[in-house]
């Protein structure tokens, strides 16, 4: 995808809001950003050494190079949910899509942002592990300027909800894999709404994979500790785990976070790639570009067993990882990756289920998605059917019981008829008693030709009233 000669995108929001989320909650002193690195094999001059020299270290602890012989993550999708990208040599020939901005909607540049480092990186760090995958670049943080204090991102009050919308676009779009190298410590942030989002998304056979967080000593961020993410911790060039990044019970897996060589982007004033100057790369470090490196693990897995789903690939990590699934601990998880390992082991036994849980606790909840909905329609179709069956077996019993109750009514007024026909005739056959005066028949009238009593009205009259 040709890059060069965007216009600028529009500015985002400086609202000034208390800093909840990070760059993976943090970033190291010599950028004040978190790393990523570049494709194998791209040789851009950068005071004469070219990233891949630099970063060998990092491809050599996850056995990445072996893997490549059965992928290099075509045909897989990363969604990327950061602050954009910038102009860069290495995106320009890789597989970037234009991608999406929920900060300023309708951009007409997509996820492209004149100030998106941080998002730059993680894209180059995803690259450098899987240079053939597809990346969807959904921008979802606005203001980034980089700030003393090692926080990234400054944050308008829509944050939570670009989050889940962000989850969601790209579940939508596609996505095999979405990576979300931020957080927050604050427990505010585990919201139904975004536990619904990222449950959303592992519903739908999408691997998320999370920063643990840059602040050694504080509890695993969100959205790391959610249930069902792959939570990623960083580590040295020795495998230990660098000293100032995030560890707990909820980190699943650990990667290269010490420092390394990494993208750097096209808006700083020195910086012009288009006449080849440079710098086009700086050092830097933490649990964004270990996530970023794990998400380009993921796309290996899945781009060399594409009948893999998500749970079998999350499967296949965390039992090729340095502890195995039996030695898992609080500070590497389950361990060091080992991206040959898991794309090429052939032993492993096959899960139903995501092996780290669930958002929501099990699987399915998801209120809607793409694949069930048609089988939503057909069981509204289905339910549907059977009303109109039940509706029409009502409709035939009320029938039944309409003619029964006809019926019923018929053979008493039959009954009724036949009694008054054999009252008549049995008075019409009786003798009529010698008159005595006064005397009324069965209808109360006097019979004809019966003398009156003296003052008695005649025939069917009655007295007048009111005298």
């Excluded at 077996?393 to 009694?419: F, K, P, R, T, W």
């Excluded at 005595?436 to 028949?441: I, L």
Aim: net charge negative; with cysteine; aromatic share 6%.
């Amino acid at each position: 995808m040709k890059i060069d000669g965007r216009a600028p995108a529009q500015s985002r929001s400086q609202t000034s809001i208390p800093r909840k989320w990070g760059a993976a909650f943090a970033t190291t002193a010599a950028t004040a950003l978190v790393g990523v690195g570049l494709t194998p094999g791209i040789a851009i001059a950068d005071d004469h050494t070219t990233m891949a020299e630099d970063n060998q270290w990092v491809l050599d602890q996850i056995n990445a190079e072996k893997a490549w012989s059965s992928s290099k993550g075509e045909g897989v999708t990363v969604a990327v949910l950061d602050d954009g990208f910038l102009d860069h040599p290495l995106l320009n020939e890789s597989n970037l899509l234009e991608g999406h901005d929920l900060v300023v909607p309708g951009n007409p540049d997509g996820a492209y942002n004149p100030i998106a480092e941080h998002g730059t990186k993680v894209i180059g760090s995803t690259l450098m592990v899987a240079p053939e995958a597809t990346i969807l670049p959904i921008t979802i943080f606005g203001d980034v300027s980089p700030d003393p204090s090692g926080e990234r991102f400054e944050l308008d009050p829509g944050e939570k909800q670009r989050i889940e919308d962000g989850i969601r676009y790209a579940v939508d779009q596609g996505a095999d894999i979405i990576t979300t190298s931020f957080g927050s410590h604050d427990t505010s942030m585990d919201t139904d709404e975004l536990l619904a989002a990222y449950q959303y998304a592992i519903d739908n056979n999408v691997v998320v994979v999370s920063a643990a967080g840059n602040s050694a000593g504080e509890p695993v961020g969100a959205p790391a500790r959610y249930p069902g993410t792959v939570a990623v911790t960083g580590t040295e060039k020795d495998g230990s785990v660098r000293s100032s990044l995030t560890t707990g019970p909820e980190v699943t897996v650990a990667a290269p976070g010490g420092e390394q060589q990494c993208v750097r982007g096209d808006n700083r004033p020195e910086f012009d790639w288009q006449e080849n100057e440079g710098p086009f790369y700086e050092s830097c470090s933490g649990t964004s570009i270990s996530t970023a490196i794990v998400s380009g693990a993921m796309a290996l897995v899945l781009g060399a067993n594409p009948d893999l789903d998500a749970n079998n690939a999350i499967n296949r990590l965390i039992n090729t990882a340095s502890n195995g699934p039996e030695g898992k601990n609080d500070e590497t998880g389950y361990g060091i990756i080992d991206i040959d390992k898991a794309v090429n082991s052939g032993d492993l036994d096959t899960v139903e289920e995501n092996p780290l849980g669930y958002p929501l606790g099990e699987a399915g909840l998801s209120e809607t998605s793409p694949a069930n909905e048609d089988s939503e329609e057909d069981q509204k179709s289905s339910e549907s059917t059977e009303d109109s069956a039940a509706d029409e077996s009502d409709a035939s019993e009320e029938d039944s019981n309409m003619l029964l109750y006809l019926l019923i009514g018929a053979a008493a007024l039959i009954v009724i008829v036949a009694i008054v026909v054999w009252l008549i005739l049995k008075n019409r056959n009786k003798p009529t008693p010698p008159s005595q005066g006064g005397n009324e028949n069965f209808y109360g009238q006097v019979p004809p030709g019966s003398p009156q009593q003296p003052g008695s009205p005649q025939g069917n009259q009655f007295p007048p009233q009111g005298t």
